[in-house]
């Protein structure tokens, strides 16, 4: 996992509340059997509608996802995550996330910033007067700030997944920053038990 | 005070232990199967790392396998995709496959066991929730997610904190007739499909004891459906006496420090679970499901319960709901439910003695007209012995189709499902909407009752059937 310190990227404004994991890639594209190209699913339902903000060639390229309360409720499916990487987006801001999905992101190494309403609102408003403006998300400080300024605020994440993300660490990662560990366990695991080869 | 047997496996596979953090756990044996694995090897590949112990690791195609013509091209793409992803993974990754046609294939639950592989005091996961079907064995064992799976694949190791530990004792011994799936049913109903939510429970008591290895399988399989993390069984000479001889069983001195090290596998005197249960096993009659979850059930001699007989008022919603979508009335007697299909089969009632229990009730009946029995071996090692003992030859005699190994109908997944509205009596484990196939409505039963209900058409139980002529 790439480390993640600070994020500048074009916002998308989606306009919408309780978008749960079945909204953000149907269970139809699950059937897939890679980690990636899962892109082509994100927001399935809404992509055939030529309005539909990622259909809007200004919004082109962006990378920070600017959503209303309660966005990835629902099933607990990773592959809402892996959408949303592989289409490209690094940062997820909403002012309230479903549990499984935030824990997930933070797993995958999708930043889920968590913001008060008024800051999504304030977001919205100037990334409309601005298409094609970008947002800097800085970890380290925790803070969010539009390229004119007009928009600055902090943002909450736990301790825990922002050390994650800061050291670019996944699961598995961290388990083998304690190789030694599981190597001496090997090392006096009894003979006698069963191996596969 | 002294531990139970949860806590002493738990506590020998500790790699490391800090406060505050889950404990990291070494993992003996993971097992793979097609549905949950490609994207576990498709992150191994794109962080570059490796199958840290592919000497631990067995693979086996299972849930999407076809149960006939298994030697064409699998028909569905979505199912061949996946098992040649499996296919090539494990070609990369230098895990040991028992694909399709293989002597060793079957469902992943089956074969660990079968090869001896499944041992006393082992941690096992897979991606798949009824690897708890391997603590029978006296192992901690437990399905994980696909994340789970590919950390397993570079660690050998998952992090997972401390459970609580729940007995349920089940004294006296199981009637003439009464079976595992009886049992296990009859808890889940006691318990409710959460009753177990947050536990690693121990099954003991003298019934527990008198259960052949391949009965407490169908026993700790189940654990999953009433929410408990695992289920676990006491090593004992009936756990030994299965393991002796299998291919992978250890020989000659490591046999001996084998046995000597799973007898100390059993709970302490004095220790303290955090819940118990009692069970009385002489009260427990052939057990049958009416709704869609496997908590929803009744013995076969009752009638389909009112949704105005749960205190309860989610309950009452849920028996509501469930009627609709089973297309049953209240009252009517379980035993004038007349079904559709019989499926023998799946990880919790697909072994060789579940085969022989049923063909014993079938043998000289025939299947009811209308009514149609799949009888789908475990794994085709358990085909194979079937058809040495001349069981396929009493389900073909009687009408039944016999069929390769593989999940089957117990998820629909592969060709064998059901029909919108059909209705099976069925020996897997979950009878939620749709498992079956869109609209298909289950109601799980042991194998004898399965078999039983084949013959008349209507859930039965084998002291229902006109002794045949034999
Ligand atoms: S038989 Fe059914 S429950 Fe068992 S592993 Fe296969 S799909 Fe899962």
Redesign the interface.
């Known amino acids: 996992?790439d480390k993640f310190t600070t994020h500048t990227g074009i916002g998308v404004p989606l306009k919408r509340s309780n978008v749960d994991t079945d909204q953000i890639i149907p269970a139809v594209y699950l059937?897939r059997?890679?980690?990636?190209g899962f892109e082509d699913g994100l927001f399935a339902a809404w992509r055939n509608d030529p309005e539909f903000v990622l259909n809007q060639p200004r919004y082109d390229g962006g990378s920070v996802l600017v959503t209303g309360p309660d966005f990835g409720t629902g099933s607990s499916r990773?592959h809402a995550v892996w959408a949303l990487q592989n289409y490209g987006f690094k940062v997820v801001i909403s002012s309230r996330f479903g549990d499984i999905f935030r824990g997930n992101s933070g797993?995958a190494g999708l930043l889920a910033a968590q913001v008060d309403e008024k800051v999504v609102q304030a977001l919205w408003t100037y990334l409309e007067d601005n298409p094609g403006g970008r947002i800097t998300v800085d970890l380290e400080q925790r803070t969010i700030a539009t390229d004119d300024g007009s928009v600055e605020d902090s943002f909450d994440i736990d301790d825990y997944t922002r050390w994650r993300l800061l050291e670019g660490l996944?699961?598995?990662g961290i388990?083998?920053s304690?190789d030694d560990?599981?190597a001496t366990?090997?090392a006096t695991?009894?003979?006698?038990?069963?191996?596969?080869? | 005070m002294g531990k139970t047997l949860s806590e002493k496996v738990w506590d020998e596979h500790v790699?490391?232990s800090t406060t505050g953090e889950p404990d990291?756990l070494?993992i003996?044996?993971h097992l793979v199967h097609e549905v949950t694995s490609?994207?576990a090897f498709?992150?191994l590949r794109?962080?570059g790392?490796q199958v840290?112990r592919?000497?631990?690791?067995?693979a086996t195609e299972d849930h999407n396998v076809p149960t006939v013509d298994w030697d064409k091209p699998i028909a569905d793409p979505?199912s061949r995709?996946?098992v040649e992803?499996l296919r090539k993974n494990t070609e990369e990754f230098?895990v040991?496959l028992h694909p399709l046609g293989d002597i060793e294939q079957g469902i992943v639950h089956v074969v660990g066991p079968q090869l001896?592989?499944t041992?006393p005091g082992?941690t096992i996961v897979c991606g798949d929730s009824h690897t708890s079907t391997h603590g029978a064995f006296g192992a901690i064992a437990f399905g994980i997610?696909?994340?789970e799976v590919?950390?397993v694949l570079?660690?050998?190791?998952l992090?997972q904190s401390p459970l609580k530990t729940m007995a349920v004792t089940v004294n006296g011994s199981l009637p003439e007739g009464v079976s595992a799936k009886d049992l296990i049913l009859t808890i889940i109903a006691k318990t409710g499909t959460g009753g177990g939510q947050g536990y690693i429970v121990e099954y003991r008591g003298q019934a527990i004891r008198e259960l052949s290895m391949e009965a407490r399988m169908t026993v700790c399989n189940m654990s999953i459906e009433w929410g408990a993390k695992a289920g676990m069984i006491a090593p004992d000479q009936t756990t030994f006496d299965y393991i002796q001889g299998r291919p992978?069983?250890?020989q000659g001195a490591?046999?001996d420090?084998?046995v000597a090290?799973w007898k100390t596998l059993v709970t302490d005197d004095d220790a303290v679970f955090d819940r118990e249960i009692e069970v009385d096993a002489s009260e427990i009659t052939p057990f049958v499901t009416w709704g869609t979850n496997p908590g929803q059930g009744v013995q076969l001699g009752a009638s389909v319960p009112s949704p105005s007989d749960f205190a309860d008022e989610s309950a009452r919603a849920a028996a509501e709901k469930a009627l609709t979508y089973m297309g049953l009335e209240a009252g009517t007697p379980m035993r004038d439910i007349k079904v559709d299909t019989v499926f023998l089969g799946s990880c919790t009632n697909g072994r060789i003695e579940d085969l022989r229990a049923a063909a014993e009730v079938i043998r000289g009946h025939h299947v009811a007209a209308d009514t149609r029995l799949l009888v789908v071996p475990g794994s085709a090692r358990v085909r194979l012995q079937a058809e040495d003992e001349g069981l396929d030859v009493v389900f073909k005699d009687a009408g039944a189709e016999w069929r390769g190994a593989g999940c089957s109908m117990c998820l629909g997944m592969n060709p064998d499902i059901l029909g919108p509205g059909e209705r099976s009596a069925s020996t897997s484990n979950r009878n939620f909407e749709g498992r079956q196939g869109k609209g298909a409505r289950t109601h799980l039963v042991s194998p004898q009752v399965a078999a039983a209900t084949a013959v008349r058409g209507t859930l039965s139980s084998p002291a229902d059937l006109v002794p045949a002529a034999v």
């Open positions: 996992m059937k059997v890679t980690r990636s990773e797993k996944d699961d598995i388990t083998l304690h560990d599981i366990y090997e695991r009894p003979s006698w038990k069963p191996a596969t080869l | 790699v490391r990291l070494f003996d044996l490609p994207q498709d992150g794109l962080a790392r840290r592919p000497d631990l690791t067995l979505v995709t996946q992803t230098g040991r001896g592989l041992q082992m997610g696909t994340s590919e950390h570079a660690t050998q190791t992090p992978n069983a250890p490591d046999w420090a084998a090290h």
